[in-house]
């Protein structure tokens, strides 16, 4: 404007500006009102009053117009840069970003709970408040075979003594996990913000505390850690102990095989402190590494471009550049975490109620991956029908190079399978030691197993490693202590699956390979009865461990059922589950859950007396289920025909063509398949 033009109503002097504010949000103009406005998009108009048809009102519809534009194109610039800062989350930090202080540890249990379904989110009310609370960012290096990390944990004293340190399970440097020159080591600990000592014996880590933290306080922990992840080698080595040759409890659940890679108990995890102390025993030489407490993970793994991670939790985002992909997972309640990476795996997956059943498999496996999938969702339906609700979002069921007979692990959510199971090329390998025994007649008929004893072994691992979800991980025990509180009632409600999805006759037909053979077998070993209610380290060696724990600990639930009726049974479960999940139960817990629903209460006190704390199996398994009779001949053969094997080839080909007595099996029965720890 020059000097001699006069000021308009529409362009206000500088000396006398006119102000306007927006109804909806406030928004101060100068001049006369936009169509909408700039801010919130309220509709505004002309404050000018209607103007006669002229020229000016072509020019007021025409402000109104590209004023509309105008606000048009700024919502859409800014919903397109909240489409594109949300893609740039997920892009580039989704994944990365880990709680790192206390006050963020805590705003991450809502997180973690994601992982609870609404079943889970009722059961876990109230009963983990002071649980540890774990962020843990880690990388896998596929050069060297091995797993760094960093690790914060804010840990709060639940016990009610004054503690001097925390201890942590490290699994991966445990004397029976780690390989040749492998292990684990600890560095940069911290305490409360300050430099403390960190002490790693075998697989106990002892962090100090820099003063004496009191009951119901917390702490804020952290250090560096580094595992070398060993060379596992799959199959049915397991028969190397029923030969002669050396044993070891490394069943790979840490590990790998070539591009795959096992890492169960990923991370170091605070163990438990009972009776005034805390964790002191080993990893067992077999069985399971330890009981946990309930916590919550906040957990990112790297990995290289290519590789699908399958994680306990749920995911909760992703990144990548420079050829690596970073995955982000958060879950709780939970007793662990794992994590399996895999190029090539495939996925098939179910809903079942509120969870989603994934089975992950290997790329030639994919009729037994399929089949794993139908059979972990069948399971998971039948548990949650006759125990009660599983509680999380998802159950992960994979393919996994384990060793030494292990059939499955089970971990919070996710379970490992046994590749030998499967049938795939990769499966079922020969031990060295049968081979050098000269028995091609027994190498082709190992090999032809997959259709027969392997795929029903398939189907009860499977349920077994399922059933562990309900005991073991959201109920806790002492597997150090008291294996067969998980394992023996796991194994005897496998059972039951078959009973609820297949029927009576399906069900006694697992009773008499999986339980009563798998005792009977023992006299190959002159292992003799033994007591069930002892820690692993009781036992002499893992196929005693199997056929104690495992068959004789859980032919005690069939002979308790029978006492107190199917209806009673059932009804102790569920009682038994509802009372102690997500917390740790002992024995008398367990023994309660069945006296409250009994007739006779002092019969179930004396019926676990004789099973589990006396030997009287020989008599009592005879007496009632006669299958083992014929096994224990049949055994007898065997020791005395090592060289051609005939006995025992006789007896699989007799099961796989369905012949023999009706008292016993119509399945085949593999000579390793009492020494399979599931």
Not at 529 to 540: E, L
Request: hydrophobic share 35%; with cysteine.
């Amino acid at each position: 404007m020059n000097e001699n033009e006069q000021p308009t109503k529409e362009q206000p002097t500088k000396e006398q500006p006119t102000k306007r504010l927006c109804p909806g949000c406030g928004r101060e103009y100068e001049g006369q009102l936009p169509a909408f406005c700039y801010s919130c998009g309220t509709r505004l108009g002309s404050t000018e009053p209607p103007p006669s048809a002229s020229p000016g009102k072509s020019r007021t519809r025409r402000r109104g117009v590209v004023a509309l534009a105008a606000v048009l194109l700024l919502l859409i610039l800014v919903a397109g840069g909240i489409t594109a800062a949300i893609l740039l989350i997920r892009k580039n930090s989704g994944g990365v970003k880990l709680p790192a202080t206390a006050a963020e540890l805590k705003s991450s249990l809502k997180t973690c709970e994601g992982f609870l379904n609404e079943k889970g989110g009722t059961l876990a009310a109230g009963r983990t408040k002071g649980a540890a609370v774990y962020s843990v960012k880690a990388r896998l290096n596929t050069t060297d075979y091995s797993v760094s990390g960093e690790e914060t944990v804010l840990f709060t004293n639940k016990t009610n003594d004054n503690l001097d340190k925390v201890v942590f399970r490290v699994y991966s440097n445990d004397e029976t996990v780690r390989g040749e020159g492998g292990g684990a080591t600890v560095s940069n600990a911290r305490a409360g913000g300050r430099e403390t000592g960190a002490s790693l014996n075998n697989s106990l880590l002892s962090v100090a505390l820099p003063e004496a933290l009191r009951p119901g306080a917390e702490t804020l922990l952290s250090f560096s850690f580094n595992e070398s992840v060993p060379e596992v080698q799959g199959g049915l080595t397991g028969l190397e102990g029923l030969l002669g040759g050396k044993q070891t409890g490394n069943y790979g659940a840490f590990g790998h095989e070539k591009d795959t890679y096992d890492l169960g108990y990923l991370m170091p995890i605070v163990t438990t402190y009972r009776d005034g102390a805390w964790e002191a025993r080993e990893v067992p030489p077999f069985g399971d590494a330890s009981d946990y407490d309930c916590a919550y993970f906040n957990v990112s793994l790297d990995v290289p471009d290519g590789f699908r991670v399958v994680a306990t939790g749920t995911r909760t985002g992703a990144s990548g550049e420079g050829g690596r992909r970073t995955y982000a997972f958060a879950a709780g309640p939970v007793r662990d975490f794992t994590a399996q990476a895999c190029p090539t795996y495939r996925v098939s997956s179910r809903q079942v109620g509120r969870t989603k059943v994934s089975s992950y498999y290997f790329e030639d496996s994919s009729e037994g991956g399929k089949k794993v999938m139908e059979f972990a969702a069948n399971a998971l339906k039948q548990y949650n029908n006759h125990i009660g609700p599983y509680p999380y979002t998802n159950l992960n069921v994979c393919e996994a190079p384990l060793a030494n007979g292990a059939g499955g692990m089970e971990f919070a959510g996710q379970i490992q399978i046994a590749k030998m199971l499967y049938g795939g090329s990769t499966g079922a390998k020969l031990p060295k030691s049968l081979e050098d025994l000269g028995s091609d007649k027994l190498s082709e008929l190992l090999n032809s197993l997959s259709g027969g004893l392997l795929g029903d072994t398939l189907e009860f691992t499977v349920a077994h490693e399922v059933c562990h979800q309900w005991w073991g991980i959201v109920v806790g025990s002492d597997s150090i202590g008291h294996p067969w509180m998980d394992e023996a009632l796991t194994n005897y409600c496998s059972v039951l699956y078959y009973r609820w999805q297949h029927g009576e006759e399906a069900a006694k037909k697992q009773l008499d390979t999986q339980l009563v053979m798998t005792y009977s077998a023992l006299g190959l070993l002159d292992g003799g009865d033994a007591v069930v209610d002892a820690p692993v380290t009781a036992f002499k060696n893992q196929e005693q461990y199997t056929a104690i724990v495992y068959a004789k600990g859980a032919l005690f639930f069939n002979a308790l059922e029978k006492q107190m009726g199917a209806a009673a049974f059932d009804k102790s479960l569920k009682s038994y589950y509802d009372k102690n999940a997500f917390l740790n139960a002992t024995p008398d817990d367990l023994l309660q859950a069945f006296q409250s629903n009994a007739s006779d209460p002092g019969a179930v006190a004396a019926l676990q007396q004789r099973w589990l704390k006396e030997k009287h199996a020989d008599e009592d398994i005879e007496s009632s289920l006669p299958a083992g009779n014929l096994f224990n001949d049949l055994l007898k053969d065997f020791q005395n025909d090592t060289e051609g094997l005939g006995s025992l080839e006789d007896l699989l080909k007799r099961y796989m063509n369905d012949e023999g007595d009706q008292s016993t099996p119509s399945a085949p029965v593999e000579p390793n398949e009492p020494t399979i720890p599931i």
